[in-house]
């Protein structure tokens, strides 16, 4: 158990576009997901912690306005890149919170993101 | 944001060597945990400690929580190929909380 998918694996777009990256648990309802954004032959930098119902808390240096997070379900939380650019292009990857170990993360696949 | 300081930060060796890898903190928390990653792919978790001075073991892999709650290690014992990858490791303060990553250290296995 403990299964956390991410959809696209990969995409590109154009720069100035919206890219929208879904992330699910599939076998647990996670009340708290985390997203993470990690560049090339560097660690993961938490963007943001995402909660079912509510608004989502951002870490300093990232733009609430650019990177929409959204928390609908318990199984679900989305981020959209709003308005990509070049310096945009990275791996984002989730995590969520519960499952057998209910306060362990665990981490989704990956979305590589890649702004032209 | 806040990182922690992870050594070495890569190491070569030889199939069947051991490794150890350690992690230190300026601030205290309450569980460690050691992840890899596969390239391309989502960190998977290896090891959780959560008590001060635990040390634990899965299959090959030794972990320890430091005495101070600002350090941890990662032993592997008898390195074989699937071993390869980045590890890092990763503080939390509390069990919802969100996690601070190590720097990562990436072990490549020498043929």
């Known amino acids: 158990g403990a299964v956390v998918s991410q959809h696209p694996s990969r995409v590109i777009c154009k720069s100035g576009t919206s890219v929208k990256i879904e992330c699910r648990s599939l076998?647990?309802?996670?009340?708290?997901m985390f997203w993470y954004r990690q560049f090339p032959k560097q660690s993961l930098m938490l963007m943001a912690t995402s909660n079912e119902g509510s608004k989502a808390t951002y870490e300093q240096g990232v733009e609430k306005d650019k990177f929409l997070i959204n928390h609908a379900s318990l199984t679900l939380s989305t981020l959209t890149v709003t308005s990509a650019h070049p310096e945009d292009s990275s791996f984002y990857i989730c995590?969520?919170?519960?499952?057998?170990?209910?306060?362990?993360?665990?981490f989704g696949p990956g979305t590589r993101l890649t702004v032209l | 944001g806040q990182q922690l300081n992870q050594s070495p930060q890569s190491m070569f060796i030889q199939e069947g060597e051991d490794v150890s890898m350690n992690c230190t903190s300026s601030s205290i928390f309450n569980t460690w945990l050691w992840y890899k990653q596969d390239p391309g792919e989502g960190p998977v978790l290896l090891i959780a400690l959560y008590k001060a001075g635990e040390l634990t073991s899965n299959g090959r892999l030794t972990a320890q929580f430091g005495i101070t709650r600002k350090d941890s290690f990662l032993n592997i014992s008898a390195s074989i190929p699937s071993d390869v990858g980045i590890y890092f490791c990763?503080?939390?303060?509390?069990?919802?909380?969100?996690?601070?990553f190590g720097t990562g250290t990436r072990l490549t296995i020498i043929p």
């Open positions: 995590s969520a919170v519960g499952g057998r170990l209910k306060d362990t993360q665990y």
């Open positions: 990763a503080g939390q303060s509390g069990g919802n909380e969100k996690l601070t």
């Open positions: 076998d647990f309802q996670a009340t708290t």
